[in-house]
């Protein structure tokens, strides 16, 4: 089957992208998105909890659609499929978490000052995800060995995770922050001629000029992490199924509640040391169940709960590591 085709109807992606729509406009401008504050974990908690049960509806919601329009046997499957690429996408983003902890460690970036870089590396990562998943649909679709590939990347990023998960990487070495403040004006005043602080601000304009803030580079730096993991990420979901509107929804519910997760993790994320090599063994396993897919298929439930029991372990053995602290 052509890996572009989906059973989703123009009516049902169309509804999906004003949901998203809607949830974005919420947040910004009726749920404080606006205002500088510093989000609390018992926000954090709630925006999370909000963001799994709408992504649980949102599969009810699928089988009614495909039951109805296609029978029980679709509907079971096609909603198999948006939860455990639903849960391969949250977990490989908490990885993201750990990242972006680090960027706004580096930068000394006040807690009241994420929640904006956040809301605007989501969007960025709105965009780029559905570009990346719309090209990677289409390569699978026109050269289905690429999957193949896919597994051997998903194999050795794995591994490489397994060796170098312990080892934090340098900042000050990245060619994307060299080749930005090589390029951009950027200001190391943190107040304006004015004498008021930057705050949120990405820019500001002095004598005429307009300089960049160190904010800037922090976002520029998240929104760079994201289609790092976006290309481990991806290609691990096409492992599950190669319908468009099941990666990319999947994709997109896992993103919309990174924002909160992260805050709700943030302040113990030294509690979950051990979940990097839960991680890294769920990218093996993927790329494993690829490459194995000639002479085995997998089925998307063994799948799902293969990564349950990788995840649950890793944060187990985690929190009973770090009990004392």
Do not use: C
Not at 243 to 269: H, K, Q
Not at 299 to 312: C, E, F, G, Q, R
Request: aromatic share 14%; proline share 3%; no cysteine.
């Amino acid at each position: 089957m052509n890996a572009l085709y989906s059973h989703a109807s123009p009516s049902l992606w169309g509804g999906f992208i004003l949901f998203v729509l809607f949830m974005l406009a919420l947040d910004l401008f009726v749920f404080g998105g606006r205002r500088v504050h510093r989000v609390s974990v018992r926000e954090a908690a709630t925006w999370s909890l909000v963001w799994v049960m709408l992504a649980l509806a949102f599969a009810g919601f699928l089988w009614l659609y495909f039951n109805d329009l296609y029978g029980a046997q679709l509907a079971h499957d096609k909603t198999l499929d948006f939860l455990a690429g639903y849960l391969i996408e949250k977990s490989l983003s908490v990885d993201n978490i750990f990242v972006f902890l680090m960027i706004f460690s580096a930068f000394q970036v006040p807690a009241e000052y994420q929640r904006r870089v956040l809301l605007y590396g989501v969007l960025g990562a709105i965009v780029l995800r559905t570009a990346m998943i719309l090209a990677g649909a289409w390569v699978v679709s026109e050269f289905s060995w690429v999957l193949y590939l896919f597994g051997v990347f998903l194999v050795i990023t794995g591994l490489r995770m397994l060796v170098m998960s312990e080892k934090e990487p340098d900042l000050e070495k990245n060619p994307i922050l060299r080749l930005a403040r090589r390029h951009l004006r950027i200001t190391t005043d943190t107040r304006d001629a004015n004498g008021e602080e930057h705050g949120e601000r990405f820019s500001v304009v002095r004598d005429g000029v307009r300089y960049f803030t160190p904010l800037f580079l922090v976002l520029i730096l998240v929104e760079a992490s994201d289609v790092v993991f976006a290309i481990d990420s991806i290609p691990a979901i096409f492992a599950i199924t190669t319908d468009p509107f099941i990666v990319f929804t999947s994709n997109i519910f896992a993103i919309m509640g990174l924002r909160a997760l992260y805050f709700l993790l943030v302040d113990m994320a030294d509690r979950f040391h051990l979940l990097k090599y839960g991680l890294a063994l769920v990218l093996t396993f993927i790329g494993t169940k690829m490459l194995v897919a000639p002479w085995h298929h997998i089925p998307t439930a063994t799948s799902l709960l293969v990564v349950t029991l990788i995840l649950s372990t890793s944060i187990g053995a985690s929190l009973i590591g770090t009990r004392r602290r």
